[in-house]
């Protein structure tokens, strides 16, 4: 079965950098696209970033919400089926819990959670002032 594991967030101070990792196993990864989310206590799940494929498995369109364009990059390594989050220049309204997940077909950005097959379990981000 399809499972994704979320992995890599810890306790950091603002302005530091932290790089969030999400290895999939069960599907066949460079025909997915990937997406990143986060969620606070009483808050819906929000999109963070997304990437998706443009033209085949090769070439791979990036997207970002505007509150993390600039400072957070994602990117993906087909060959370890995971997806990364780097995230630089964190700052306490970063505070989160971190899921990535998985589509067979976004149709456009990426940006609702229903557009999403499979999620991870969720990685907890706190950044401290």
């Known amino acids: 079965q399809v499972e994704l594991v979320d992995s890599g967030g810890r306790l950091v101070q603002a302005g530091d950098s932290l790089r969030l990792s999400c290895a999939a196993s069960?599907?066949?990864?460079?025909?997915?696209?990937m997406g990143w989310f986060r969620q606070t206590p009483g808050k819906e799940r929000t999109f963070v970033a997304s990437?998706?494929?443009?033209?085949?498995?090769?070439?791979?369109?990036?997207s970002y919400a505007d509150s993390v364009k600039g400072r957070f990059t994602i990117s993906r390594d087909n060959a370890k089926n995971t997806v990364y989050l780097q995230m630089n220049s964190l700052n306490p309204e970063d505070t989160a819990i971190y899921y990535c997940?998985?589509?067979?077909?976004?149709?456009?950005?990426?940006?609702?959670?229903?557009?999403?097959?499979?999620w991870g379990q969720g990685t907890q981000v706190t950044v401290s002032s």
């Open positions: 997940a998985a589509s067979n077909a976004i149709q456009g950005v990426g940006v609702y959670v229903n557009e999403y097959d499979y």
């Open positions: 990437s998706r494929r443009s033209g085949g498995t090769t070439y791979y369109e990036n």
């Open positions: 069960g599907l066949t990864f460079s025909t997915y696209d």
